[in-house]
């Protein structure tokens, strides 16, 4: 039998999964959970910077509005491979639900890489909006059944406990 013929589980999309997963484990494991994400945080800071510029050039639009926000972060999630759906959209907060990780069953276990959500998803709201605060509720990588997202497009009052990751963006 050749190679080519064998029966090996890996293209491109396993590799660069399990490659993702590897990468966060060894942070993981070696710097701690909360650096961790807050080098995942960067990068994925950079890419929703990126897919914002290319969502608002497709709409030839300035700036998304909040329906176009969380039309966004569906399509870019379905686009992925994830299964994201709003349950909630407001002038307050933006809840979004997930039955499928993008990262498939290799997120499990590594909280870090939703990070990625989180960043994403804040960037594109506070460079639209000005602000956003992402909680991660329930996330497939902590064993939960699916994901609940939820994006907070206003800063919490002085009497609000305050949870999640906040975002800003320059609004003119």
């Excluded at 300035?62 to 299964?83: E, F, P, S, T, Y």
């Excluded at 960037?123 to 990588?141: H, P, Q």
Aim: aromatic share 6%.
């Amino acid at each position: 039998m050749e190679p080519s013929e064998a029966a090996v589980a890996l293209d491109r999309d396993v590799f660069m999964r399990s490659l993702i997963r590897e990468l966060a484990r060894v942070l993981e494991d070696v710097i701690g959970l909360e650096e961790a994400a807050g080098y995942v945080s960067l990068v994925s800071q950079t890419l929703g910077g990126d897919i914002n510029e290319q969502y608002t050039k497709a709409l030839s639009v300035d700036r998304l509005d909040r329906g176009q926000i969380a039309a966004v972060m569906v399509d870019l999630k379905r686009r992925l491979g994830g299964d994201f759906f709003v349950i909630e959209e407001n002038d307050r907060r933006i809840v979004l639900g997930n039955r499928v990780c993008p990262f498939g069953e290799k997120v499990v276990g590594r909280p870090s890489m939703c990070m990625m959500t989180s960043n994403i998803f804040g960037t594109i709201a506070a460079e639209n909006l000005g602000y956003a605060r992402v909680e991660l509720e329930k996330t497939i990588a902590r064993w939960d059944v699916g994901c609940r997202v939820v994006v907070h497009l206003r800063p919490p009052s002085e009497t609000q406990q305050s949870t999640g990751r906040e975002y800003y963006g320059d609004l003119p």
